[in-house]
């Protein structure tokens, strides 16, 4: 079972739809989770942290189940811009990040 | 402007051919890391270093060395480059509040 699993896609979803994802991670002792966006095979870059009440930023909402261990991301009202690809990221401990394959979103017109 | 920096941005090479990629950061963080990203495999982690003079493995090591003699910098060595090490690169530096991790451009690797 690999540490960060998730669903590859494509998600193929028309402009203004919501969308959500999801991650699994094995090792329930892990400390911090993260959703990372990646363009095109540019360098990811962070887009939210997930916190175990739940966050929230404009559009989109990140969830944590602990006792299920998954992460989920919602993006409400999906615009073209948000066509990349989604990387859950875990911190099982100190410095060590563990990457998702990524999940990769396609919004249209 | 805070940022990461690789290079070279591109590179081609031939089986054994030593080359160090380079990996500077402007924020003063302490934590960097190198990872190659393959289709099918996603971002896995080649070294990590908590502070100078600290490095760890990380998943895939075996064939890469690094150092970090300074703070800013945390250069990727491949003493003897294999057809398998074709790959894209990326360097990493993490803050700790708020904990981010900052990923430089990239580097593309191909070896012949």
């Known amino acids: 079972r690999k540490e960060v699993e998730q669903d590859p896609g494509p998600f193929n979803v028309p402009e203004g739809a919501t969308v959500a994802f999801n991650c699994t991670y094995s090792?329930?002792?892990?400390?911090?989770f993260f959703w990372y966006r990646q363009d095109c095979r540019k360098e990811p870059k962070l887009l939210m942290s997930?916190?175990?009440s739940g966050n929230e930023d404009g559009r989109f909402t990140a969830q944590l189940n602990r006792a299920s261990q998954y992460i989920s991301l919602l993006i409400r009202d999906s615009k073209l811009s948000d066509s990349a690809t989604y990387l859950c990221?875990?911190?099982?401990?100190?410095?060590?990040?563990?990457f998702g394959q990524g999940t990769t979103l396609q919004v249209k017109p | 402007e805070a940022q990461v920096t690789q290079n070279p941005r591109y590179l081609i090479t031939v089986t054994g051919k030593k080359l160090t990629v380079t990996c500077s950061q402007n924020?003063?963080?302490?934590?960097m890391s190198w990872y190659r990203q393959d289709p099918g495999l996603g971002l896995r982690q080649i070294y990590y270093?908590?502070?100078?003079?600290?490095?760890d493995k990380g998943d895939v090591p075996e064939g890469y060395k690094v150092s970090r003699k300074e703070k800013r910098n945390f250069p990727l060595i491949l003493e003897s480059p294999s057809p398998n090490q074709t790959s894209l690169y990326f360097c990493?530096?993490?803050?700790?509040?708020?904990?981010?991790?900052?990923f430089g451009p990239g580097t593309r690797l191909l070896v012949l």
């Open positions: 990493a530096s993490r803050s700790r509040v708020p904990e981010t991790q900052y």
């Open positions: 924020m003063n963080h302490e934590y």
């Open positions: 990221v875990v911190n099982p401990y100190r410095g060590k990040l563990i």
């Open positions: 270093s908590m502070n100078v003079e600290v490095t």
């Open positions: 090792n329930s002792a892990s400390q911090s």
């Open positions: 997930v916190y175990s």
